[in-house]
């Protein structure tokens, strides 16, 4: 892990190697996941699939969550598979692993893979806020705006974008920007808006584009450039 972590990932497969051919979980998970992204040897999806699949049965969870993301994009010699792509999150949430719980909540939320279930979608989501998945706090924050499986609380929402927002996540920082816009859930304040949306904007968020025009239309030139400063500037420090 020292090399890998230092990008040595040539040396990491090396050292891994004999522990995954020795039946080690964790070393076959981490060499399934190297070959799924191409880390140290060509991306390889059937030979990803092969690791993974030693790793998962063994009951390594970030193994069972790298051959669900396999399941669920398919293509590259991996067909789609959506119910086990499901049952492997499942089992992967299940076991703790909060990128696992987040997936699975996203899941239950959409309803395409399995039948949507609100309720169930919000439990997995607080079990991968607890463990810092930002994406599942801007989706508990959704949760509220929408009143999914809770009752509406904007200030709720508006409580957990601001956490998201403050880890990153640009979603987060977009419904943080448009929430100020609005004043649902926290002070009306143009320039905190513009921001936040300008922050999102920059990391990607298609959340951001229909508020940025109105809010910028809403400010003089100077308090555009004070939300450019505040965009510029380094993001709050998250509370652990």
Known sequence: MAA???????????LW???????????????????AEGLGVPAD????RKWLAL???AGFAPAQRNLAALYLRGGQGVET??????ELYRRAAEAGDAPAQD???????????MPADPAEARHWALLAAEGGVAASMTRLGMLHHHALGVERDPAEAARWWRRAAERGDADGQAMLGAAHHLGAGVATDAVEALAW?????AGGSALARPFVGP????LDPAGIAEAGRRAAAPLPEAPA
């Open 4 to 14: 890998f972590r230092e990008g040595d990932h040539t040396r990491a497969l090396a």
């Open 17 to 35: 190697e004999p522990l995954a051919r020795a039946g080690n979980a964790r070393a076959q998970g981490n060499i399934g996941a190297c070959f």
């Open 45 to 48: 999806a059937p030979l990803a």
């Open 55 to 57: 790793a998962a049965e």
């Open 81 to 86: 598979d959506f119910p086990r792509a499901a």
């Open 103 to 113: 997936m699975l909540s996203w899941m239950l939320l959409e309803g395409e893979v």
């Open 197 to 201: 949306l300008m922050r999102a904007e």
């Open 215 to 218: 809010v910028r239309a809403a």
